[in-house]
C-alpha cells in the first residue's frame, strides 16, 4: 500500500536529478524463490532459432493479440548483469524453451546495456518508459503481461534448464486464467455483485500494478461501491488517488531532469492542485514540492510570501507546518534577515517542543544566529540546552557546531531543519 511517507520521500529526493539514472538497481537476482536445481532437465542442446525475441513493444502487443498469446517481456542487461547472462546463456538461448513458451508468449527483450550501440535511441526511449510504468528495479525481471499490456506476473532467474524454465511459467499462466475467470463472471453481474467479483479478480495482482495497468477495475470497484457497503471503497479510492498523484509527481521529475523548467513545474503542481482538490495527501506533497522547487532556484522572496501565506492557513495543522517553517527560516537567512530568521526558531521551539530531538536541532541553528548577532552568551546557552535535549546522539555534531561558530564568527552550520 503506497503511503504518504512515500511520497514525502518522493518529493524529498525528486531534485536529485544530475545522477538519475533509468532505473534504481536493487540486485541482479529474482524477487521469486529459486526452482530446485537439482531437478533433473532433459532439455537438449539444439538453439533456438534466430529472430524469436522482438525490441518492439507496441509491435508484440499486436502479435499477441493476433495470434491469442501473452507478451513475456525480459527486462535485462544483456552485456553486465550476471544472472540476465545466464539466464540466457542456460534457458533463453535454447530450441527447448522458445518452442514451450511461444506457444502462450510472443517474446520481447527490454534492454539497459552499458554498451548503448546495442540498441537505437527510439528503443531505448522505449525501454526506459517501461521500465517506469511496470516499476522494473531488479534485473533480470521476467514480467508475464497480456495483449492488453496488463501485467499479471512476475518472475526472473531460475538455476533451472529451459524446459523447467517452461513449467515454471505455466504455472503463471493459470493465474491468468483465474483472473479471466472472474473477470468473465463480473460481467455478468451488476452492483455489489459485480464489484466483489472484479474484486476477486484483483487477488493475486501486486498493488504497484494494481492501481496503474488495472487502474479502469478499480475505479469500477469504487463506482458501484459508491456507499461502501461492501467496505471497497474505503478499500481502494484513496489507493488509487495517491496511484495517480505519484504518477503526475514522476511526470514532473521526468520535466525537471528534462528542461530544467521550474516554471513549467510549478505550473503542473498547480494542475495537481485542481484535479485533486479536497484530497488532502495532494495538498501536503503540493506544498512540499512547491516549496523545494523555489528553495532549490534560491527565490527567497516566493518562499517568503508563499511560507507566510500557508502558516496563516489554520487548516495547515501538525507536522505539515515544520517543512513550511523550515523553508522560510532559509530564506531569511539567505537574505540575510537574521532577527527575523532567529524569531522562526523560537516559533519552531514552540510547536515542536513534544520532539526533543528536533528541538535539540532547533536550538542548535538558534545558537548560529546568536552568534552571528554577537549574543555569545545567549548562543552558548542554546548549545547547552541542546546538548541536554540532543543527548549522546547529537553530542559529536553540537562539539563541531559550538567550534565553527565560536572560532569564526562568519562560519556555521547548515541551518536547514531536519526533514520530519
Known sequence: MLSMRVLRLFVATAFVAVGFSCFSLMGCGSETSATDSSAKDNSSTELAPKGIWTTDYKAALAKAKKEGKDVLINFTGSDWCGYCIELQDKVFQYKDFSDGATKDFVLLEVDFPNDQSRITPEIQAQNNKLQQKFSIEGFPAILLVDEQGRPYARTGYQPVGPQKYVEHLSEFTDLRKKRDAAFAAAGKLSGIEKALKLDEALKDIPPQWMFTSYADVVEEIVSLDADNQAGLRKQYADQLLISKLQTKLTEIQTLLQTTGNVDAALKKIDEIDKE??????????????????????????EVLKLANSLLEDKAIQGDLRLPILSAKLQALVQLEKIEDALEVTGRMGQEFSKDKHLSARILIARADLLSKLKRNDEARESLKEARVLGGKQLEATINQVEKQIFSNAEEGPDLKAPAN
Do not use: T, W
Open 276 to 301: 485533486f482538490a479536497g484530497f488532502a495527501p495532494a495538498r501536503e506533497v503540493g506544498i512540499r514540492f512547491r516549496l523545494q522547487l523555489l528553495q532549490m532556484e534560491e527565490r527567497n522572496d
